[in-house]
T-cell receptor, first 114, second 111 residues
Framework: GAVVSQHPSWVICKSGTSVKIECRSL??????MFWYRQFPKQSLMLMAT?????????EQGVEKDKFLINHASLTLSTLTVTSAHPEDSSFYIC??????????FGPGTRLTVL | SQQGEEDPQALSIQEGENATMNCSYK?????LQWYRQNSGRGLVHLIL?????REKHSGRLRVTLDTSKKSSSLLITASRAADTASYFC???????????FGKGTTLSVSS
């Protein structure tokens, strides 16, 4: 099956700093990538949808200036959490798709903001 | 926003017993998918059932879909301790692109 990787798998940072998370499709070209956030004991919440070469579409309530998404190539999307605060601590999961009805999920990145 | 709502929220059973989880959704769908997530880990795709299917099997998993009631169920037969995880149903958003997840059912199987 298709493989999606995320890097880093976990990160701890100080409040006020920015953190970049990478999502890569390893063996296919992903025309669309998705970013989700999951708080402890809760479900995945869609943050944004990004298509290669165009601006991401953010879900209601997600600040686009705080969560910068770049989908520069068909195999790489990045999520940058800017000026991170403790309330941004969460599990961030990306997924990638090359066609409708099929999404492949990365293993997730655990962010802890001190 | 969340499309699906699972119940129960938590389920504790003994090894060998069957586990049934239910999911309800709000809008029309082309398909519904079930995923498993071990604590703190990524998602594992379990099964996809299309809107024109009523039942689907995969190993010890049995999924049903009732589009008239906008509901689906996941049955795990002869459960094992390794089945301990959270289970989510997911359907596509209105744009038909991203998956929207239900709140999930946390299953604990004790040996």
């Amino acid at each position: 099956g298709a493989v999606v990787s995320q890097h880093p798998s976990w990160v701890i940072c100080k409040s006020g700093t920015s953190v970049k998370i990478e999502c890569r499709s390893l063996d296919f070209q992903a025309t669309t990538m998705f970013w989700y956030r999951q708080f402890p004991k809760q479900s995945l919440m869609l943050m944004a949808t990004s298509n290669e070469g165009s601006k991401a579409t953010y879900e209601q309530g997600v600040e686009k200036d705080k969560f910068l998404i770049n989908h520069a190539s068909l195999t790489l999307s990045t999520l940058t959490v800017t000026s991170a605060h403790p309330e941004d601590s969460s599990f961030y999961i990306c997924s990638a798709s090359d066609r409708v009805d099929e999404q492949f999920f990365g293993p997730g990145t655990r962010l802890t903001v001190l | 926003s969340q499309q699906g709502e699972e119940d129960p929220q938590a389920l504790s059973i003994q090894e060998g017993e069957n586990a049934t989880m239910n999911c309800s959704y709000k809008t029309s769908i082309n398909n519904l998918q079930w995923y498993r997530q071990n604590s703190g880990r990524g998602l594992v795709h379990l099964i996809l059932i299309r809107s024109n299917e009523r039942e689907k099997h995969s190993g010890r998993l049995r999924v049903t879909l009732d589009t008239s009631k906008k509901s689906s169920s996941l049955l795990i037969t002869a459960s094992r301790a390794a089945d301990t995880a959270s289970y989510f149903c997911a359907t596509h958003n209105q744009a038909g692109t991203a998956l929207i997840f239900g709140k999930g059912t946390t299953l604990s199987v004790s040996s």
